[in-house]
């Protein structure tokens, strides 16, 4: 996306917001509808189940309509959901170990490609990668994501995480060379 209209969308998402803050239930879901799908997929991918996903992302817009008449925008509404929904995942998670559960295995739906075979191609590498991110530790995997999935600069992850930028930084690149090692060991067993 262009800095024209990255420009353009934040100050949609300001205009957005001032009218949730006096009631406007139009923009409450325009808001859902720009941000539910992106959601949902950070959400997948950190928890690495569907019904979990979907229940992170419907507490996030709960909880955001919530506190519309008073939530003053200071940043990136598209930051700002992706904190509140990697904080909901990393609770379910919480929640999940004191229940003695592991983590489940995904049923990421992708979308649609061209033909069959080409589905059922993209279909596996979904499953593949799903699969590697669910065996990272949570850590590597939320910086992972919120990086390359939610555009979070890494100074901002660092700041959500109270960690420093190094640690963020190595989190990440941990993360990225386990990936590569556990896709590679998928590719030449």
């Known amino acids: 996306m262009n800095a024209d209209w990255a420009g353009l969308a934040m100050w949609e998402d300001k205009l957005l917001v001032l009218k949730c803050r006096h009631g406007n ?6 808001i859902y509808l720009k941000y539910k799908d992106y959601l949902l997929t950070l959400a997948r991918g950190l928890l690495g189940e569907t019904a979990a996903a979907e ?3 419907h507490d996030v817009f709960v909880r955001f309509a919530e506190s519309a008449t008073t939530f003053r925008l200071t940043g990136s ?3 700002y959901l992706a904190t509140c929904t990697a904080n909901l995942a990393r609770d379910q998670i919480r929640a999940r170990v004191r229940r003695a559960e ?3 295995r995904s049923d990421w739906d992708g979308k649609d490609v061209g033909n069959p075979e080409a589905q059922a191609v993209a279909t596996e590498q979904r499953i593949q990668l799903q699969q590697a991110l669910t065996q990272l530790p949570y850590e590597q995997r939320e910086a992972v994501l919120l990086h390359l999935k939610a555009e979070m600069k890494f ?3 660092a700041q959500l995480r109270g960690v420093t930028l190094s640690t963020t930084h190595g989190r990440y ?17």
């Open 77 to 79: 509404l598209k930051g």
């Open 102 to 104: 592991g983590p489940e």
């Open 25 to 30: 239930r139009e923009a409450m879901g325009r």
């Open 55 to 57: 229940d992170v992302v």
């Open 173 to 189: 690149r941990y993360g990225l060379d386990k990936l590569r090692s556990l896709l590679d060991s998928e590719v030449h067993p």
């Open 155 to 157: 100074k901002d992850i």
